[in-house]
């Protein structure tokens, strides 16, 4: 699929120079309605599957490599890294800003994992939020998946150590099962690139672990949107060590009853489902149940077509 590519000069930040890249494919048919993807953690966009069905449904379809990921991510730059999840807030202005300008008036917000919770907190608090109908969030990084003594210990004297030393770091303890599951060179169908999505090596930034904290306590004070919310997740999780086939069946990265738990923060009008057989990113699972997957987000988008923002 043939996508349009955008660079999106950004003010520069402490590290300097900053851009973010928008990518784009249009829908099949004339349509003032935009989908506006954000993806997650040690990600960049490459789902152009999601891009084709999306525009088949007659959505236009953009998609945002945010500051330091992906196509976005400079030489001078550290991977990933930030130290407030509001950093990203002005790559999602000007994308909005240039949906609406491309003639836009009915705007979706998807975001997946890590990039959920940053859709859900701009929703909230993003300064073009009202241009933004409707937000579907696949998988969000509400809460960390890890015991309580790392929840309630270690990651608050991570966060604390990161204003002492903004690049403190530590070996990055994600499952590189994960990647196996979606990799075509090992059990996946997805062809994306491991330099911008690498299977592991990739240092633990302890600002980017305050930066998650501080916006996971945002949600849990309650969000208080105004616009409906479909909030989608693996029917289980597992916490596999080794390989085995529930890799390919269930959420090997978050603990989906976090999900659950944390959705009714979002707002009034939340509707959650549970997906049988999903990985972490919904649209990335086998075949019949991506099929399954954008048929519930397509079906509820259009459903909430008629929803008055705000």
């Known amino acids: 699929m043939n996508l349009t590519e955008t660079i999106l000069p950004m003010p520069d930040d402490y590290e300097g120079k900053v851009i973010a890249t928008l990518l784009r494919a249009d829908s099949t048919a004339p349509s003032g309605r935009a989908v506006l993807y954000l993806h997650g953690y040690i990600d960049y966009f490459f789902q152009t599957h999601m891009a084709e069905r999306f525009a088949g449904e007659e959505w236009n379809f953009y998609a945002l490599d945010l500051r330091k990921y992906g196509r976005s991510l400079l030489p001078h730059q550290h991977a990933y890294y930030c130290r407030d999840l509001h950093e990203y807030f002005p790559e999602i202005d000007a994308a909005l800003e240039r949906i609406a300008s491309d003639g836009n008036t009915d705007i979706t917000l998807l975001g997946h994992s890590t990039g959920g919770l940053i859709a859900a907190l701009y929703a909230a608090q993003g300064r073009e939020r009202m241009k933004v109908n409707r937000l579907v969030l696949n998988s969000p990084f509400f809460a960390f998946n890890v015991g309580w003594f790392k929840r309630a210990v270690a990651v608050p004297a991570a966060a604390w150590l990161s204003r002492l030393m903004p690049y403190a770091a530590k070996r990055n303890e994600l499952s590189p ?16 690139d491991p ?12 600002a980017w672990l305050g930066a998650i904290r501080r916006g996971q306590h945002q949600l849990r004070r309650g969000l208080h949107l105004e616009i409906p919310v479909l909030v989608m997740h693996s029917a289980r999780s597992s916490r596999p060590r080794i390989w085995n086939d529930g890799c390919m069946r269930t959420d090997i990265v978050l603990n ?24 972490h990113d919904l649209v990335l699972s086998r075949a019949e149940v991506r099929e399954r997957v954008f048929k519930v987000m397509t079906e509820w988008m259009n459903e909430h077509t008629n929803q008055i923002n705000h």
């Open 256 to 279: 989906v009853a976090d999900i659950c738990r944390y959705g009714w923060k979002l707002g009034d009008d939340v509707t959650d489902v549970a997906v049988e057989g999903g990985l």
């Open 177 to 192: 099962l994960y990647y196996v599951s979606v990799h075509r060179s090992m059990k996946g169908e997805w062809d994306f």
């Open 195 to 206: 330099r911008l999505k690498p299977r592991q090596g990739v240092p633990l930034y302890f």
